[in-house]
C-alpha cells in the first residue's frame, strides 16, 4: 500500500506516484504530515486565502520532517 506524500513548499497532498507537485512544480516531499483541507472553490474560501491556496485540491494541516 502506497502512502500519501504532501509537498514541503505548498502543503499539496498527492495520493500516490508522482515525482513533481502539480501545483508548484517542487520535487520536496514528506509523508510525515497530519490532517487535511479539501479546497473546492479557493476564490471564495476563507480558509485557502489564509492558507495562500489558489487551486483546488486537497492540502495538509501540519507537515512535520
Known amino acids: 500500500m502506497?502512502?500519501?506524500?504532501?509537498?514541503r513548499?505548498?502543503?499539496?497532498v498527492l495520493e500516490e506516484g508522482g515525482d513533481v507537485c502539480?501545483?508548484?512544480?517542487?520535487?520536496s516531499f514528506t509523508t510525515f504530515w497530519r490532517g487535511y483541507v479539501v479546497i473546492l472553490k479557493p476564490e471564495q474560501s476563507e480558509i485557502?486565502?489564509?492558507m495562500?491556496?489558489?487551486k483546488p485540491g486537497?492540502?495538509?494541516l501540519r507537515l512535520s520532517r
Open 22 to 27: 502539480p501545483i508548484c512544480g517542487s520535487n
Open 9 to 12: 513548499s505548498c502543503r499539496y
Open 52 to 54: 495562500g491556496i489558489t
Open 2 to 7: 502506497k502512502q500519501d506524500k504532501a509537498c
Open 48 to 50: 485557502a486565502q489564509k
Open 58 to 60: 486537497r492540502y495538509a
